[in-house]
């Protein structure tokens, strides 16, 4: 069946830093692909998406590519701040006719120190 | 902005009593949807909801579980008989168009059940 892995955390890093967390994905036809973050005491909120191959999604300095060949959807920000610490989830939906089940990653917690 | 509400935000309860989580989805929204997510695991999809009956529904949603949108506001999610392996965090999320594509799904802060 579909899934999502992403890579372990926690992920720590100092104020700046480069941030990237992988996300690969196995889901048969075309997807689409999502990051949401979950702030401390807070509810899934969703950062961006990509609906096809090659797709970029953006939102508040991170980024994301669709990547068919690689099945990948790694999330990327060039400088991270200390109010990005929360928890990164990967997800999916299978293509288009279903009933909006989302398929999550188990998720990456990310701190940054300042 | 417009949110989905839960509650209660916690909820303690014995093991074998029914429990009732609440919703209050985004006004327009028409797709309903209730995930959980056990310590320390991934979120996991429970059901979806469509035009008043269930679309979907996981292997965890057993005949203990059951949804219900008793009026044009609320989705409730109610457990009949709670299993100390019932204990997560409950989330609730909405839509507004069909989510078989890329449409949003919008979630809320979830219910954390504890079972004892």
């Known amino acids: 069946g579909d899934s999502v892995t992403q890579m372990e955390g926690p992920v720590t890093l100092s104020e700046e830093a480069f941030l990237t967390i992988n996300c690969t994905y196995t889901?048969?036809?075309?997807?689409?692909l999502f990051w949401y973050v979950q702030y401390p005491g807070e509810g899934l909120q969703l950062l961006l998406k990509?609906?096809?191959?090659?797709d970029k999604g953006s939102n508040k300095g991170f980024e994301a590519t669709y990547r068919k060949e690689t099945t990948s959807f790694h999330l990327e920000k060039g400088s991270v701040q200390v109010s990005d610490s929360a928890v990164y989830f990967c997800?999916?939906?299978?293509?288009?006719?279903?009933?909006?089940?989302?398929?999550f990653g188990q998720g990456t917690t990310l701190q940054v120190k300042p | 902005e417009p949110e989905v509400t839960q509650t209660p935000s916690h909820q303690v309860t014995q093991m074998g009593q029914e429990v009732i989580l609440r919703c209050v989805p985004i006004?327009?929204?028409?797709?309903f949807y209730w995930y959980r997510q056990i310590l320390g695991q991934k979120v996991e999809f429970l059901v979806s909801?469509?035009?008043?009956?269930?679309?979907?529904k996981s292997e965890i949603f057993d005949d203990q579980f059951s949804v219900e949108r008793p009026d044009g506001s609320n989705f409730t999610l109610k457990i009949r008989s709670t299993k100390l392996e019932d204990s997560a965090m409950y989330f609730c999320?909405?839509?507004?168009?069909?989510?078989?594509?890329?449409?949003?799904?919008?979630f809320g802060p979830g219910t954390r059940l504890t079972v004892l």
């Open positions: 909801f469509y035009n008043n009956e269930i679309s979907e």
């Open positions: 006004s327009n929204h028409l797709y």
């Open positions: 997800a999916l939906i299978h293509g288009s006719g279903n009933t909006g089940k989302l398929i």
């Open positions: 889901a048969t036809g075309y997807p689409s």
């Open positions: 990509a609906t096809k191959a090659d």
């Open positions: 999320a909405s839509s507004f168009r069909d989510p078989g594509g890329s449409d949003t799904q919008y």
